[in-house]
């Protein structure tokens, strides 16, 4: 089923969705659930600055060297998905009217439907990065994300994502943010690819040395 019409030293587990107590880290950030359930993302400790360099290299390597894709915006459009879903705030930022957090993508995709062609194109490249990110780099929270009695059951990811960014990028060629339109393009054309690429890349992290406790990205 596909919706929407046309137009550093930790494995990546322990760096984004480690089981954690805390309820604030010390930088004020709140770590991350899955779903208000038990997996949590951990408190960023570190500057972004060092994440950056971690996910940019690791990115170069699995999609210039690795899977032979040249293309820098669309690494660094990557980087930067990775970089935002940081933060659970990012991951759910799609809302309803009414100010509620939608956590399904058939409910992002039915607000979409109802928005003004800017917020409609935002809302698909949200769904776009929100199924490639779970696709790519989380592939085994698909059945808690997909459950039999959650709206998303039958949802195809892969299909949803790509669609959603061609929809996005249909209308971004016709406002301020033309330029996004290519990327978007391509990341529907590749959506296969990047999320294999996501996958590398969380492999490649899992690989990297551990950090002291003094330059770790997350406790």
């Not at 805390?22 to 004020?28: A, D, H, I, L």
């Not at 935002?122 to 776009?128: D, F, K, M, N, S």
């Not at 016709?174 to 690819?193: K, T, W, Y």
């Amino acid at each position: 089923m596909v919706l929407g019409r046309p137009c550093c030293g930790m494995t990546f587990s322990e760096l984004m969705v480690q089981a954690s107590d805390q309820t604030r880290s010390p930088t004020g950030l709140r770590p991350f659930r899955l779903l208000g359930e038990e997996a949590e993302m951990a408190p960023i400790l570190a500057g972004e600055g060092v994440l950056r360099r971690v996910f940019a290299g690791a990115a170069e390597q699995t999609f210039e060297a690795e899977l032979g894709i040249a293309d820098p915006p669309l690494v660094e459009y990557l980087v930067e998905l990775l970089l935002r879903f940081l933060r659970q705030e990012a991951i759910y930022r799609v809302r309803d009217t009414s100010g509620h957090r939608l956590t399904q993508v058939v409910d992002m995709v039915e607000e979409a439907e109802h928005r003004a062609a800017r917020t409609r194109r935002e809302i698909y490249r949200h769904v776009g990065d929100f199924t490639l990110f779970f696709s790519g780099l989380f592939p085994e929270h698909l059945p808690k994300l997909q459950a039999p009695d959650r709206k998303d059951h039958l949802l195809n990811y892969c299909q949803q994502g790509k669609r959603s960014y061609l929809i996005a990028a249909s209308y971004a060629e016709d406002d301020e943010s033309r330029e996004q339109a290519p990327i978007l393009r391509h990341l529907s054309e590749e959506f296969e690819l990047c999320s294999e690429g996501l996958r590398r890349i969380r492999r490649e992290i899992d690989l990297l040395p551990k950090l002291d406790s003094q330059s770790s990205a997350w406790n």
